[in-house]
């Protein structure tokens, strides 16, 4: 069985996001480590860290892991934007391995130009990872929808990131069920679904891929479109979810939605009811 949870707000302090997970009955989350649409952030504090820890530990979630800012474009081809963006996520993996998080998932970066783009993100993730030596947090490339000059919404774009890398071995992938969708990789039917990711397992390895979102499309196959949709309400459907879920090769991935939702998180409780719903051995999640 696949880990299920979803994206948690961190209002009110990093130990809150794992109350309100805990509540709704996630088995993993994700989290900002900060505000995402600020660059700056006060540094945590041991008190915030040390509520955070016993937070997690009590309530059996696990992973607990990041996503980057959006402000964060490691690809960028102004140098000032590029070096601030480089600096910001270091600062955002000094988070992660303060609070022991495992990944930090990041969108690869915009460039004007593919090739110069994924070498300006290469260059970046080079000096990140050395920065961050023995942190002990492994980046997670998200496949992106390929909206506008985004990278990484095509498998080589990630796999030349990971293959051109120093640090190889602290890279892995979250699959964006909604981006990949909309970046023209189908998954609605066994067959589309048993090609795309025989194309993910050649092009970068499956052993790479450490989490999913869990998102249905708004946009159609290969509308670049990134738009998020409740599960079985977009353009992908149940059957997609179903053959993800039950999929062996993903038993024990964290997947977390990343559906619209409003404070009460009652889209989210839906959500989790309708993908628990789709696992074909319920028994074990009770
Ligand atoms: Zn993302
Ligand atoms: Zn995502």
Redesign the pocket.
Known sequence: MPLLGAHMSIAGGVDQAVARGKSIGCETIQIFTKSARQWRARPLTAEEVSRFKRAREESGISPVFA?TSYLINLGASDDDLWAKSTASFIEEMERCAALELPYL???PGAGTEEEEGLDRIRVALDEILKRTEGSGVMILL?T?AGQGATLGHRFEHLAWLIENCAHPERLGV?Y?TC?TFAAGYDIRTPEAFAATFEAFNKIIGIDRLKAV?LNDSRGGLGSRVDRHEHIGKGKLGLEAFRLLLNDPRFRKLPMVL?TPKGPDMKEDVENLKVLRNLLKDKKKQS
């Open positions: 996503h998932v990041t969108h998200e992106t979250c964006d981006h979102h990343e």
